[in-house]
């Protein structure tokens, strides 16, 4: 149904702005009606502590199942919805599994860490935005300092002074933002320099081959030291897979650490398992 909409997307368009409308109009109904039907899945990503390997948190990471039962990644339906402006439900719909995930947790008596949502930059133009997270929030109890949010550099297309005016605003809420795939794209050192973000991922492209371009250690570690003295950021580092790639980030004081070394993104259900219930209280 994934290369349908496509197709209904050609068709629309082929219309100028009235048949854009009209599409948009479709995409956002079919959307909330998926996720009213339970189509998508919040999946967890551990972030561990680099040196010890202790849980530190985890990332939300929303898939798609069909009908069929066939797992759509995120690469192939979040552009649609971004491109479409629909994104918001979707983001709030994992923001609002990840609250009530926590509020569950709380009453089991599991141990509480932090989870990371992703938001679009669209989903965070939108003008009462942060008056919806807050709701959500208070509807499951959940502390706020449990609630991250993750953005990619795109952010800083809405201009530094207005991202720096809704980060306070968020700010205000109690939520924290980590900037996610840093060291991709445009790189925005000023952002650094301006904002108060709580946490700093450091791309995969960056680590990949860390073993191999010296290069990319001497980024690597520079930017680790730079978190490390702007005091309040905390450093992830994206997509470790080996042990020696591990080892390397320890030797940096890289904070935490994300990537299949770890675990992939999983299930709810096995994330409990692997983690252990009696660990999460
Ligand atoms: P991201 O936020 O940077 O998430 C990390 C991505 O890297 C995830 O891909 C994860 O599965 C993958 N990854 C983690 N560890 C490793 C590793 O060791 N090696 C490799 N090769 N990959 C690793 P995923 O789940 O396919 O998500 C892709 C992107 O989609 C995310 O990148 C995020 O930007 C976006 N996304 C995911 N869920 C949401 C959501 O609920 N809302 C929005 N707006 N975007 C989302
Ligand atoms: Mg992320
Ligand atoms: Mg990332
Ligand atoms: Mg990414």
């Given at each position: ?122 989903s965070l ?16 109890g959940v ?137 999460l209280y």
């Open positions: 149904s994934d290369n349908m909409m496509y197709v209904e997307k050609q068709v629309y368009y082929g219309n100028g702005v009235e048949g854009k409308n009209s599409y948009h109009e479709v995409l956002a109904k079919k959307l909330v009606e998926e996720i009213a039907s339970g189509e998508f899945k919040v999946y967890l990503q551990p972030k561990v502590n680099i040196d010890t390997g202790e849980l530190y948190g985890a990332e939300a990471l929303v898939r798609r199942r069909t009908e069929d039962g066939e797992v759509l990644m995120p690469g192939q339906f979040i552009p649609l919805y971004e491109a479409e402006g629909v994104i918001q439900q979707l983001d709030l719909y994992v923001f609002e599994e990840v609250c009530r995930l926590l509020d569950s947790w709380k009453e089991k008596g599991y141990r509480m860490i932090p989870i990371a949502v992703n938001f679009s930059r669209i133009m939108g003008i009462d935005i942060i008056e919806s997270l807050a709701r959500i929030r208070g509807r499951y502390a706020p300092g449990l609630l991250t949010i993750e953005v990619t550099e795109s952010i800083s297309r809405m201009g530094a002074e207005t991202l720096g005016q809704l980060m306070e605003r968020f700010k205000e809420h109690g939520f924290a933002f980590s900037l996610d795939d840093y060291g991709t794209r445009y790189s925005n050192l000023s952002l650094l320099a301006r904002l108060d973000f709580k946490e700093l991922k450091i791309d995969q492209s960056l680590i990949k081959d860390i073993m191999t371009n010296w290069r990319s250690r001497i980024v690597l570690e520079h930017t680790i030291q730079m978190c490390r003295e702007l005091g309040i950021i905390t450093a992830v580092a994206e997509g470790i897979e080996t042990e020696e790639q591990r080892e390397l980030l320890r030797s940096y004081h890289c904070d935490i650490g994300q990537g299949y070394l770890f675990s992939e993104p999983i299930p709810i259900g096995e994330f409990l398992d692997k983690y252990g219930r009696d660990y």
